[in-house]
């Protein structure tokens, strides 16, 4: 299993460079990917700094690193912008980014168009799969409901979500087996997580483990902007839980 850092390039650590060089950090301490949140206007008005431009900081100041966004809003994006975006961060990195994609919220995520959010999606995921397509594509939304998972099982990728913040419901290992068993292919990547590191650590462990286990290629773990710059790097200094 790999272990990616989920970070905002909002609040008073937020700004491209800073992230770029916490990416460093999590490069030298075990990380193996970092994945960056995509707001125009981070929730409860932090400065909020454009995600392309820290990727493409972040992808200069690493070498190894699988770097994405998690998640960008496609229907409320101009997707051969993205596509654009998405293919020179894709150039600068040399290859080591995904795209993380999903509808967005209806309270902030305003759409660019006039269809329906889930079909927005689908044709911005065409446009970009001709105009990106060596970029893989992990599909975001709730595993519970039918239609999110579908989508995800059609491309590269899942990074779905149980119960969405604040209340939030983990990820189970029989929802990973049963995305695993359900895409049929061993390439398909699951990605678990999204949240911060609890306070047990031992049961943390257990739990990656058993995700794991299940067949999740990806823990991620979550550092909001709401934390200090020096509890952020201390976090991203601890490395990632591992069983």
């Not at 970070?7 to 992230?19: F, K, T, Y």
């Not at 970009?128 to 989508?151: F, N, Q, S, Y």
């Not at 491309?155 to 290992?173: H, K, M, S």
């Not at 990605?191 to 049961?203: F, I, K, P």
Request: net charge negative.
């Amino acid at each position: 299993m790999k272990h990616g850092l989920d970070i905002s390039p909002a609040g008073a650590w937020g700004r491209p460079d800073e992230i770029a060089e916490l990416a460093t950090l999590a490069e030298d301490h075990g990380w193996d990917g970092v994945f960056c949140e995509d707001y125009l206007a981070f929730p409860g008005g932090l400065p909020t700094y454009d995600v392309w431009v820290t990727l493409g900081l972040v992808a200069q100041a690493t070498t190894r690193l699988t770097i994405g966004t998690m998640v960008t809003p496609l229907p409320a994006r101009h997707p051969a912008t993205v596509a654009l975006q998405a293919g020179s961060v894709a150039a600068v990195s040399g290859g080591r980014l995904v795209l993380g994609v999903g509808t967005g919220d209806p309270e902030g995520d305003p759409v660019v168009g006039d269809a329906s959010r889930a079909d927005l999606l689908e044709a911005a995921l065409v446009v970009l799969r001709e105009a990106c397509p060596d970029v893989p594509v992990w599909v975001g939304g709730a595993i519970t409901k039918r239609a999110p998972r579908a989508r995800a099982l059609r491309w590269n990728g899942a990074c779905l979500y149980r119960v969405p913040p604040p209340e939030w419901e983990d990820i189970t290992p029989d929802d990973v087996a049963g995305l695993r068993a359900d895409a049929d292919d061993p390439s398909y990547v699951v990605v678990v997580g999204g949240r911060e590191r609890r306070d047990d650590l031992v049961a943390e462990q257990g739990y990656v483990a058993s995700l794991a286990d299940a067949g999740a290629d990806w823990w991620q773990e979550y550092v909001p902007p709401r934390l200090s710059r020096a509890e952020a790097r201390r976090r991203i200094v601890a490395g990632p839980v591992t069983a």
